[in-house]
């Protein structure tokens, strides 16, 4: 068994942006995009958007989509994914993409694949890249990690890690929100509690760490942008017609 699938989480409600996986960008729903860029992914033998709203499913089967009705209980996109997971016993590997990065590149999640079937040592994989200004990781919405010398996770954070000392000399690693599950992995993940780092932080992917499991970090020259507010699709939709533009003018 050495099939891959990804899995993409679709909530309704959000605090900050309700109906977020369908709102229009440049004339597609935010979700279909998210899947679109997904299906160039050539190490993926299946995606699933996995969601508990009629709504969103029934406007992903209009697109092509295949989907999975979840309970509408999970606390997080990973307990979702973990149930679509527990009734497709065919796979191996699984991605976790998050539905809100509709730039996502289909080579990162090629990547992750290609690291879990080449090394059985590790359980979950995920991924992160330099900040393009520095001073943005000071913000608490931007998640920081440090990593070791052979790639593993020592520690995620809200907060600008490592410490500046000599600010010349810091490299602030940005995670983007991507991961890689062995399968045994991700149904063992969802039933640990959350633990002390994970509550304080609110930062799920502490949880693996809590109880010891190795999480390597694919590094990557640049990330790609989420859409976390009205605002964010608003500069998105700029993006992508000054790109549109800069197409035709070629």
Known sequence: ??????????????????????????????????????????????????????????????????????????????????????????????????????????????????????????????????????????????VKVVVDATGRALYFSRAAIPFPRDPSKIRYLRHQGIYGFRRDALLQFVKWKRGPLERAESLEQLRALENGVIVHVLLTRHGTPGVDTPTDAEALERKLARAKGRTRLR
């Open 1 to 142: 068994m050495n099939k891959a699938v990804g899995i993409i989480p679709a909530r309704w409600s959000s605090k900050r942006f309700p109906g977020k996986p369908l709102h229009l960008i440049a004339g597609k729903p935010l979700l279909q995009r998210v899947w679109e860029r997904c299906r160039h992914a050539k190490n993926l033998d299946a995606l699933i958007i996995a969601t508990d709203d009629m709504r969103i499913a029934e406007a992903a089967f209009d697109w092509g989509a295949e989907v999975a009705l979840t309970s509408p209980r999970h606390q997080s996109g990973t307990d979702r994914v973990a149930e679509v997971v527990r009734n497709a016993k065919q796979f191996a590997f699984v991605i976790n993409i998050q539905g809100d990065e509709p730039l996502i590149d289909p080579y990162l999640i090629d990547r992750l694949v290609e690291k879990l079937r080449s090394d059985r040592k590790i359980d979950v994989v995920t991924a992160a890249h330099p900040f393009e200004n520095p001073a943005e990781a000071s913000s608490p919405h931007q």
